[in-house]
Nanobody
Framework: VQLQASGGGMVQAGDSLSLSCAASGLTFSMYGLGWFRQAPGKEREFVAGISRTGSRTHYEDSLKGRFTISRDNAKNTVFLQMNSLKLEDTAVYYC????????????????????WGQGTLVTVSS
């Protein structure tokens, strides 16, 4: 199984950025997906998660309204659209996958995910 995150970069506060994570080696539609981030000196934290079909999503409370997670099962890809970026959004962003049944709640714990991408760095400057 491989998860390849991309799309990170350096942006200014207020800008938008879209991350992608392409998966291979798994039956993509059988997996719940999540995005996490880790800022310098901090623990890795949950950002957003999405169900197998994409019909359900869940966000860290403080990010609701600015971040949007989506997926394209035909392309084995999960996305994270980030708008109105703030300095505190600076972090390495990781995608993760967990095999789930269709009705499973969206996993928010790092330990619940089986597979991880390598991370992509997002730097927000003033």
């Amino acid at each position: 199984v491989q998860l390849q995150a991309s799309g990170g970069g350096m942006v200014q506060a207020g800008d938008s950025l879209s991350l992608s994570c392409a998966a291979s080696g798994l039956t993509f539609s059988m997996y719940g997906l999540g995005w996490f981030r880790q800022a310098p000196g901090k623990e890795r934290e949950f950002v957003a998660g999405i169900s197998r079909t994409g019909s359900r999503t869940h966000y860290e409370d403080s990010l609701k309204g600015r971040f949007t997670i989506s997926r394209d099962n035909a392309k084995n890809t999960v996305f994270l659209q980030m708008n109105s970026l703030k300095l505190e959004d600076t972090a390495v962003y990781y995608c993760a996958a967990k095999r789930v049944i269709n009705t499973a709640p969206i996993e928010t714990q790092r330990s619940g995910y089986s597979y991880w991408g390598q991370g992509t760095l997002v730097t927000v400057s003033s």
